[in-house]
């Protein structure tokens, strides 16, 4: 599974655009979004709670949004998003193959 983690703050008009065409693979348990939010002061969350796994929220910073993310993700593929990047479902299944076919793997302790 791929885990998709993606920092945002105060993107609600980008959010729903964004993350709708990724609901295919979510659909077939292919990958799982993750939304840490940074203390957004408009209705981003409201806008993609329908269209993530989860919402999470704490202090604004990347590296902070992004490692709890991280904390949570169950996916053996994390994939980092910027909340305007748009990224398709092929492009994320050739991110995968290309890691399954080279063996590619890390592993990383958790604290």
């Known amino acids: 599974m791929?885990?998709?983690?993606i920092p945002v703050r105060n993107e609600a008009q980008n959010?729903?655009?964004?993350?709708s065409h990724l609901?295919?693979?979510?659909r077939r348990n292919s990958c799982e979004i993750i939304l840490v939010?940074?203390?957004?002061?408009d209705n981003t969350t409201e806008i993609a709670n329908n269209l993530v796994d989860h919402i999470l929220k704490?202090?604004?910073g990347r590296a902070v949004q992004q490692n709890i993310g991280a904390s949570i993700a169950k996916g053996n593929t994390l994939v980092f998003l910027h909340a305007d990047t748009y990224i398709t479902a092929k492009q994320l299944l050739s991110i995968k193959e290309v890691l399954?076919?080279?063996?590619?793997s890390a592993k990383f302790p958790k604290n």
């Open 2 to 5: 791929i885990s998709i983690i």
């Open 15 to 19: 959010i729903s655009k964004n993350l």
């Open 23 to 26: 609901q295919e693979l979510r």
């Open 37 to 41: 939010d940074g203390g957004s002061t």
């Open 58 to 60: 704490t202090k604004l």
């Open 100 to 104: 399954k076919k080279n063996n590619i």
